[in-house]
DNA sequence: CCTGCCTAGATTGTATACGATAATAGGCAT
DNA sequence: ATGCCTATTATCGTATACAATCTAGGCAGG
């Protein structure tokens, strides 16, 4: 095998079906694969150096999550949620998060706001700077303010389902998102780290649920499905 | 091969991963496969007459689903899950499924009404019935009917979500129910269904808690994790 | 010039082959 | 008899090979 010079085997890192789909999904939450886009085994495969056994496999669990749309015979393309899909996973969100927060907020403890703070300053960080690579890391972020609480209840099975719907929001905002300002107002988080810092569990809820709604207006659904499947067809 | 007197090949059904995958997962949410029990790639794949590429697909698909735990190196188990994780099922089945039932209590039609009394009434003659099919049975309609208020709201996403949280309760009232009596109660079942044609929200949602509790309750969780493992190797 | 069919190429679906790792059994020393 | 070590075996991990299916481009007919 040419081990010489592809930059997978210059660093001599041997990349798994974990790593392949992280890697994957991690192109995907930060929008640098573009809805649609074909992931053809074999050419993801020799990006990785790795037959097509493993790059299967990782597509397979990011079909299952949702990221990525399998067609028989045809291949794998990052997903391209339908408007109706997307009002499924933000109606989702809000029957999910109130709980969640209501669960974390329970259970939070000083050491975990400090760690939420961390994050927004991260986050501000990351708004003041520009340039497209700032703008990813700022999408990834603003997701992972909504994981972190997620992570607070402890329970794996809930920030598992949480997983899945933050990464496919990213998709939903990639399609349907209106302003730059990619997805979560820096100052919402900010609130709601404060509600729960006050262990005040009601604002804090029902901070999320407006948050939810605010990145939700920021969405144009009115789309036709029509429309988005012929646009769909133009992007390939 | 002796592709002779094995029912798979009789039938010269060609099974694909999928149908393996729903084969494995009924077996298991039917508790035909206990707990712990190993799913060889090899055994499996020549019982479907299949190679163990499908089968290493439908075992992935499953893992992802919490139903099975896959072990480098050493192969595919039906999951068993722990206090801690079982208790994590139920505190998320508590989070989510009032939401759920508010969901489809404003969604519901009467033809709806009509398919869940139709699902109650199926699951009351499984219980008059006796035998080990029956009980099989009958642990899946009390799931079913979980899933079928899930299917109500429309919403894909929640469904599947509700789909492995039932599997997985399936799982640990294999391993931690006290009570013959299965899952659930079929009475509860019933008030529900009444409160949902009464239009009464909250009942709806105080009852499906209840409902919950009761289920809950029924476990045994003091059991210690090492005394789990042990009658776990007992019954390998 | 356009339309429909047909062949060639590319891509996926599935099976098989080979290498790696862990479980197991047998022998040896204590 | 017991405990440790080693050789064997079985199983999994990954790559490759072959079959089936789809896509694209050209050619003939209208």
Redesign the pocket.
């Known amino acids: 095998?040419t081990s010489a010079n592809f930059t997978a085997a210059e660093n001599a890192i041997d990349f798994?079906?974990q790593q392949i789909r992280d890697a994957l999904r991690e192109a995907i939450v930060e929008r640098r694969l573009a809805p649609g886009t074909?992931?053809?085994?074999?050419d993801v495969g020799s990006l990785f150096?790795?037959?097509?056994?493993?790059v299967?496999a990782a597509l397979q669990a990011l079909a299952y999550e949702g990221l990525v749309n399998?067609e028989?015979?045809?291949?794998?393309f990052v997903a391209h949620p339908s408007v109706a899909e997307a009002q499924q996973i933000f109606a989702t969100r809000r029957l999910i998060e109130p709980s969640v927060i209501r669960d974390a907020a329970r259970h939070i403890q000083k050491a975990e706001i400090k760690d939420l703070r961390e994050l927004l300053a991260q986050e501000e960080r990351l708004t003041n700077q520009r340039g497209a690579t700032a703008r990813r890391a700022e999408i990834k972020a603003s997701g992972d303010f909504h994981l972190a609480i997620a992570a607070i209840t402890g329970n794996a099975i809930l920030k598992r389902f949480m997983d899945e719907l933050i990464a496919r929001s990213s998709l939903v905002i990639a399609l349907y998102g209106q302003s730059v300002i990619s997805s979560c107002g820096h100052n919402e988080h900010q609130e709601i780290v404060d509600a729960l810092e006050k262990k005040d569990v009601e604002s804090a809820c029902a901070l999320m649920l407006k948050h939810i709604d605010h990145i939700e207006a920021d969405l144009d659904l009115r789309t036709t499905k029509k429309g988005g499947d012929l646009r769909d067809a133009l992007q390939l």
Chains 1, 2 share one sequence.
């Open positions: 095998m798994g079906a074909k992931l053809s085994e074999n150096n790795v037959s097509r056994t493993l299967r399998v028989k015979n045809r291949g794998a």
